[in-house]
């Protein structure tokens, strides 16, 4: 299913998001998943179940394949479609299909500067690479203009058919292709429906 958290600046949105993620351990209460508070999972196998693009995600000056793997080693036919899915294929495109091409140019002179809209799509991308069955997209499209915005989500609509997506936004465009939406205000659910 599609899930929209939704609020004003500073509702809590994006807290909620790294409690879930075990980046917070919650001053009170339980997070549970399946009955179990997610604290008492193994890190690594809790980790694996989610794949986020926080608002403030970076990209590093490795290759292309590499930072869509987080890794030296990648499967580059999965890459290219991830980067399809995020809808990133012109930026592709513009970088020759290469997915050896360096991002900026830190360490290679013949690196590729990309742009804001395009460094979001990149790292929609590499969440999609890890393939994990709950995927949380905070402000994902921020850098985007509306267009581009529209089309991000009907591709992640089409493409994540088979996984939790959450979304973070303050942006009702976000809730279209939504189930279920939810409002924070000061940290509290003040409206939940469709």
């Excluded at 930026?91 to 590729?112: N, P, Q, T, V, W």
């Excluded at 799509?121 to 203009?145: G, N, Q, W």
């Amino acid at each position: 299913s599609k899930v929209a958290i939704v609020g004003e600046n500073g509702s809590g949105k994006t807290t909620l998001i790294k409690l879930l993620c075990r980046l917070y351990r919650p001053e009170e209460g339980r997070i549970l998943l399946n009955g179990v508070d997610i604290w008492e999972y193994s890190f690594d196998e809790y980790t694996k179940l989610i794949s986020a693009v926080f608002q403030d995600f970076k990209l590093f000056a490795f290759s292309l394949g590499e930072n869509l793997a987080a890794s030296c080693q990648y499967d580059s036919d999965k890459a290219k479609l991830c980067i399809e899915k995020a809808g990133a294929w012109d930026c592709f495109e513009k970088m020759g299909k290469e997915m050896d091409i360096f991002l900026y140019r830190d360490f290679d002179s013949r690196g590729r500067d990309i742009s804001g809209g395009e460094a979001q799509k990149i790292a929609i991308a590499r969440a999609l690479y890890r393939d994990s069955p709950v995927m949380i997209l905070d402000e994902p499209t921020a850098a985007l203009d509306p267009r581009a915005e529209a089309e991000v989500y009907e591709s992640i609509h089409k493409n994540m058919a088979d996984r939790l997506v959450i979304f973070i936004s303050h942006r009702l465009s976000s809730c279209k292709f939504c189930d279920r939406i939810i409002v924070l205000d000061d940290g509290r659910i003040i409206q939940e429906g469709s």
